[in-house]
């Protein structure tokens, strides 16, 4: 029990917690319509395509979260309009657009980090300093995870129609373009949240894992999200008391912990079905 209980008298891992979990629930409900709608490719797009606005905030002295947002409302806006319908009839695919998007707002950080910075002074973005999270961040995350649950509350069966049929969504007048390009800046917005947990490297594995985790089990949308939701705050609660007493780095632990259920749950189901 003090092995449970012990590291929560910290107030830095209370803090910790705090933010992993706004993070975790932000990720694991998006993940579900991201596993839907097989756009497990914009996560890691999302993910990378921080890098050019935390370079940029932190050469220029800028809140990080600030610069992480902008890159990845840029990011969000690009793909919306290149994956248009538009777009679409000129020859431009999915995952060409978010491709050509992701490659070149990478290849922008990888430019201004030569530029304006190194490596060594980015590696704590880049892998995630959940245990010194600031207040501040602390409660953008809060109020990224509860913008994101309500509009998924107030737009759940729009969502959850345009995500298995997006055409016939269209013709009962549901403009599912529209809500195609809100969900990546809830995505956005998620990924923000899950870079100070995880880091820009590990971030989409936060978006994926838990959905796919829950897809093993179900592939009914309200029971996904409640399992999705579920999976991210284990992963989350295991992986900060397995780094606490080991350690390891929290951001990778978590993600560690998150890939570890995804896989006890595929082989329970490989035996359930042998």
């Given amino acids: 029990m003090n092995w449970l209980l012990e590291p929560w008298t910290h107030g830095f891992m209370r803090d910790a917690l705090a933010a992993g979990l706004a993070a975790g629930v932000a990720c694991g409900v998006l993940g579900v319509f991201v596993v839907f709608r097989r756009m497990a490719f914009v996560g890691e797009a999302m993910s990378h395509t921080t890098l050019p606005g935390l370079v940029i905030a932190q050469a220029k002295g800028f809140n990080l979260i600030a610069g992480a947002l902008a890159s990845n409302l840029v990011t969000a806006l690009g793909i919306a309009v290149l994956s248009s319908r538009t777009s679409r009839r000129r020859g431009i695919r999915d995952d060409a657009a978010i491709g050509v998007v992701f490659t070149g707002m990478f290849a922008l950080g990888v430019v201004l980090t030569a530029r304006i910075g190194s490596w060594r002074d980015l590696s704590h973005l880049l892998l995630g300093n959940l245990l010194s999270v600031a207040q501040g961040d602390l409660l953008f995350m809060v109020c990224a995870a509860v913008l994101v649950l309500a509009v998924v509350v107030a737009l759940f069966k729009e969502m959850e129609l345009a995500s298995y049929d997006p055409t016939y969504a269209d013709l009962i007048g549901i403009r599912s373009q529209r809500l195609h390009a809100l969900l990546l800046v809830l995505i956005a917005l998620a990924v923000v949240s899950g870079v100070q947990v995880v880091g820009v490297v590990l971030t989409s594995a936060l978006l ?3 959905a796919a985790t829950a897809a093993l089990l179900t592939r009914r949308m309200i029971p996904m999200l409640w399992i999705s939701v579920v999976t991210a705050t284990v992963a989350v609660v295991g992986g900060l008391l397995l780094s606490y007493h080991a350690s390891l780095p929290s ?10 259920l995804f896989i006890a749950v595929w082989v329970w189901r490989r035996t359930q079905r042998g």
């Fill in 208 to 210: 994926v894992t838990p």
């Fill in 251 to 260: 951001g990778a632990t978590i993600v560690l912990m998150a890939a570890l």
